[in-house]
C-alpha cells in the first residue's frame, strides 16, 4: 500500500557482483530525483557495507554526469555484507563470528535523515533490505545482475551486454578451433542459471550448449564431438555454463568465500569436461574460462537504456510510497514485485523454454540425447 509521507531526503546503493549498467541506474535515479522531484540523494558507499561502516555521502548532479558509458559502480559495492548476518571476525578456534547489525544500519540510515533508499542488486541484495524493511528502512529495488536470474523480470540490466562479450569471445574461439581441429569448450558465468550460455551458445553457433538446467551425459558430448569430426567438420565449439553438471552429478566448486552470505563460487567444469572428452574421444582438447572480463567494461546501449529506465522507474515507486518492491520486465513492460517474490530466489531455464527449441531444432546439441 503506498505510503502518503513524501521522502525527501534518499540515498542509493549498489550490492552484489557489479555488471555494466549500474551507472546508468545510479545516474537516472539522482537526475530525476534532483530535477524531477527536487530531492537530496546520498550515495552509500559498497552497498550494505557502507550503510553498516556510515560511509554515506551527498551526490551532486555533476557527481553523476558523464558515467552513462562507465562500467563498474561509482559508488562500489561489495557481496560479502548482509547486515542481519554480518561477519565481525574469527574465534580462537579459526571459526567465523557473525552478528547482527541491523540496528547500527538504522542508525546511520537515520543519522541522514535518509526517508528510504534505492538499492541496486540481485536476488541477495533484495534478500538483504527484505530484512532491514522489516525493521522500518524503506526501500525501492533495481535488479542488476549478468545472469538474468531475477524472479519476476524477463531481463536484468548487464546481461545483454555479458551476452556481447561471451559472443564475442566464443567467434574469436571459432577461428582458432578451426585452424587447429580441435575441441574447444568456453565456460560462462551464471551461476545455477544458464541464460548467459545459451544466448551466447546460439549467437555464435556453438555446437554444443551445456546448462546447470539440462544435465549432460560426457559421452553423449563426446560422441557428439567424433560425430562432427566424421562428416568432415574438424572442430566442435562447446559453450559450457559454470553452473552445468553430468546427469546424476554435481556442480565444479572453484571456491568458498567463508564470509559471504552465498558463500559458492562455480567454476571449472569446463576443465574437468575437457579431459574427459580428450580420454573417450582421442581428440585435442582445450578450454578457456572467461571469468570475471563478462562482467566488466562499458555497458551495451540496450544496459544504458534499461538502466535508465529501471532507475527513474524506482525513482517513481519511492516518490509515490511503494516501497518494498523491485522493478522488473514483463511482458516488455515495466512494473514491480514485492520484495518477498524476489528475495533468495533464482529464475532459471525451463523445460519447455522456446530458446532452448529453436536451438535444438538447428542441430544445436544440449548434451543430453
Ligand atoms: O552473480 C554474478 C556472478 O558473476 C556469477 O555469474 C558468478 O558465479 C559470481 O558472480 C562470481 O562471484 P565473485 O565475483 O564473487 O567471484
Known sequence: MADSVRPKRIGVLSGGGDCPGINAVIRAVTKSAICEYGLEVFGIADGFLGLIENRIHRLAFDDVSNILTRGGTILGSSNKADP?????????????????????????????????IICIGGDGTMSGAAKLAEKGLKFVGAPKTIDNDLMGSEVTFGFHTAVGIATEALDRIHTTASSHHRVMLVEMMGRNAGWL????????????????????????????????????????????????????????????????????????????????????????????????????????????????QFGHHALGLLVSGQFNRVVVMQGGRLGSVGFDEVADRQRTIGGDDPIVAAARAVGTSFGDK
Open 84 to 116: 542481519a548476518e554480518f561477519c565481525v571476525g574469527t574465534d580462537d578456534a579459526g571459526e567465523l563470528i557473525y552478528e547482527d547489525v541491523s540496528d547500527r544500519v538504522i542508525d546511520h540510515a537515520r543519522s541522514h535523515n535518509l526517508d528510504a
Open 197 to 308: 550460455t545459451l544466448y551466447a551458445g546460439l549467437a555464435s553457433g556453438a555446437d554444443i550448449i551445456l546448462l546447470p538446467e539440462i544435465p549432460f551425459s560426457p559421452q553423449i558430448v563426446a560422441d557428439r564431438c567424433v560425430a562432427r569430426s566424421k562428416h568432415g567438420r574438424s572442430y566442435t565449439i562447446i559453450a559450457v555454463a559454470e553452473g552445468a553438471k553430468p546427469i546424476g552429478g554435481e556442480v565444479v566448486v572453484d571456491r568458498v568465500v567463508r564470509d559471504s552470505p552465498d558463500p559458492i563460487r562455480l567454476g571449472g567444469v569446463s576443465e574437468v569436461l575437457c579431459e574427459q572428452i580428450a580420454d573417450l574421444t582421442g581428440l585435442e582438447c582445450r578450454a578457456t574460462i572467461l571469468g570475471h572480463v563478462q562482467r566488466g567494461g562499458t555497458p551495451c546501449a540496450y544496459d544504458r537504456v534499461l538502466g535508465t
